[in-house]
């Protein structure tokens, strides 16, 4: 748990298999490992994926196959996050709805994860922005008798860094 919280999760998730951390087992003290396997599991998928489209998106001509590419990835993006919950003991098993919002939430809450997905108005590529926070500071900058509070977030261990950008 202690390379989960320093946000090395592929790591945990080798030393738990290493160690053979049934993932059928109902001991309670594994809760944690198991959804941090889930969660480890459905990052990898999630870079592939994400990878592909970015490739697809790359040497795509057609409008109209440029459009279906992104509304795969997208329905792909949140039928995945959609199976997540269903299998993670951090999402509420009596509220099946997928709510983006609320899911991205816990994912920082328990893995430290940042995830934004977006298009521009100048590039109607989706970009996935997605890692894992290390470090966040707020600092107040004062110049020319103003000042204003500035948040500086470090993030590493990264899914995707968004295509379009």
Request: charged share 25%; proline share 1%; hydrophobic share 30%.
């Amino acid at each position: 748990m202690a390379l989960s919280n320093s946000r090395f999760h592929k790591y945990t998730k080798l030393i738990a298999l290493t160690e053979n951390i049934n993932l059928q087992s109902k001991i309670k003290a594994y809760t944690k490992i198991q959804d941090l396997i889930h969660y480890t599991n459905n990052l990898q998928e999630l870079k592939e994926n994400t990878n592909e489209y970015y490739r697809l998106s790359a040497i795509e001509k057609s409008e109209e196959k440029i459009t279906q590419n992104k509304e795969a990835y997208f329905n792909n993006f949140t039928s995945m996050n959609e199976n997540l919950m269903k299998v993670m003991s951090i999402f509420e098993k009596n509220n099946s709805e997928y709510n983006f919002r609320e899911f991205r939430r816990k994912l920082r809450t328990h893995f430290g994860t940042l995830q934004i997905i977006a298009s521009t108005s100048s590039f109607s590529t989706l970009g996935l922005v997605m890692g894992h926070i290390l470090n966040e500071r707020k600092e107040t900058i004062k110049q020319y008798n103003h000042e204003s509070d500035f948040t500086f977030t470090e993030i590493d261990m990264m899914i995707s860094n968004g295509y379009p950008s």
